[in-house]
């Protein structure tokens, strides 16, 4: 069950990568190319969930390739921007737009991607249109949050879960609704795919702050560094801070010289008194409560199987 789920997946994955490489085919060679470049890695999970609750509803899942392929191109334009403001030097193990070419060709190549994002919706219905309006001004209304939470000396667990729940939740919160639109679903279902879109996109964000501290940037394929150094308030370092302050200072002090030893005495910091572990648990409760919410109307156990299949991600 589980290889046939993922099989799945990987097909739903190809679809949206083909529809992908002719996103932008001709163009000024200093945004052909970056453009280009940076489609060609992902996960795809926003498009790939989209797909998957039009599947479960028995509606065909070419109505939402195109707006999946909007969620990817709104998502893509999301990280090419984060990247120049966090400074990341890598994303899908590769140098990122900033890095390769210049912050002026990043910032360029960033909006036209959500130009294209939007082109692709002009056929769409005006709902999904505003939709789409909210989910951007969320996602800009997250990263400035997250940027503010840089110069707090305290941010609160509930503030930080609204943070994410509007940087990275809501997004996914859309592409499960939208794929219950296209189904025709009722308000309540909506309401239900909604929410389940939200609560593991929280996760997948708390998922990716532990795998920030216990991962490598190989496996992970961006680079691990800018949380710490920027003062990031990510979920375990919140947990720390609460009680390990002293320890938190020292290894900021270090880290101003020694990037490298400052991870690892973080890392250590995490383990050793069981924050990582209380981030899991944390995360297995978010996705149980996701899944309660969908079980009854997930006809196929494709979101079920979907969960499982974030839980298990180890990049």
Same mark, same amino acid.
């Given at each position: ?66 707006? &999946? *392929? @909007?969620? #990817? $191109?709104?998502? /893509?334009? %999301?990280?090419? =921007?984060?990247?120049?403001?966090? +400074? ?84 996914? &919160? *859309? @592409?499960? #609704? $939208?794929?219950? /639109?296209? %189904?025709?679903? =009722?308000?309540?279902?909506?309401? +239900? ?92 409760? /978010? ?29």
């Amino acid at each position: 069950m589980k290889k046939m789920f993922e099989t799945k997946i990987n097909q739903l994955k190809d679809l949206i990568d083909k529809e992908l490489v002719n996103i932008y085919p001709n163009g000024p060679t200093l945004l052909n190319e970056p453009i280009n470049y940076i489609i060609s890695g992902g996960k795809r999970l926003r498009p790939i969930l989209c797909l998957l609750v039009c599947e479960s509803f028995d509606c065909s899942i070419q109505k939402a390739v195109i707006p &999946g *392929l @909007s969620i #990817e $191109l709104l998502h /893509i334009f %999301s990280l090419i =921007h984060d990247d120049v403001m966090d +400074k990341d030097q890598y994303r899908h193990n590769q140098l990122t737009i900033h890095r390769k070419w210049n912050t002026s060709v990043a910032i360029l190549s960033g909006d036209a991607i959500l130009a294209l994002a939007f082109k692709r919706l002009n056929k769409t219905s005006n709902n999904i249109k505003e939709l789409f309006n909210s989910a951007l001004i969320a996602v800009c209304e997250g990263q400035a949050l997250d940027i503010e939470f840089e110069n707090l000396k305290n941010v609160s667990v509930k503030q930080y879960l609204e943070m994410i729940n509007l940087k990275t939740g809501h997004m996914l &919160g *859309l @592409s499960a #609704e $939208l794929g219950g /639109i296209l %189904s025709k679903l =009722h308000k309540e279902e909506l309401f +239900k795919l909604r929410e389940y879109g939200n609560l593991i996109g929280r996760a997948f964000q708390i998922q990716d702050d532990i795998l920030e501290v216990i991962s490598n940037k190989k496996i992970m394929g961006k680079s691990l560094n800018s949380d710490l150094l920027l003062g990031k308030k990510t979920y375990p370092m919140i947990l720390a801070q609460s009680k390990f302050k002293k320890d938190i200072n020292y290894i900021r002090k270090v880290a101003l010289n020694d990037k490298e030893k400052a991870n690892l005495l973080f890392k250590d910091l995490l383990i050793n008194e069981d924050i990582i572990e209380r981030c899991m648990k944390f995360v297995d409760e /978010i996705f149980l409560k996701a899944n309660s919410l969908v079980e009854s109307i997930d006809n196929n156990n494709n979101l079920i199987n979907f969960t499982k299949f974030l839980q298990e991600r180890k990049c």
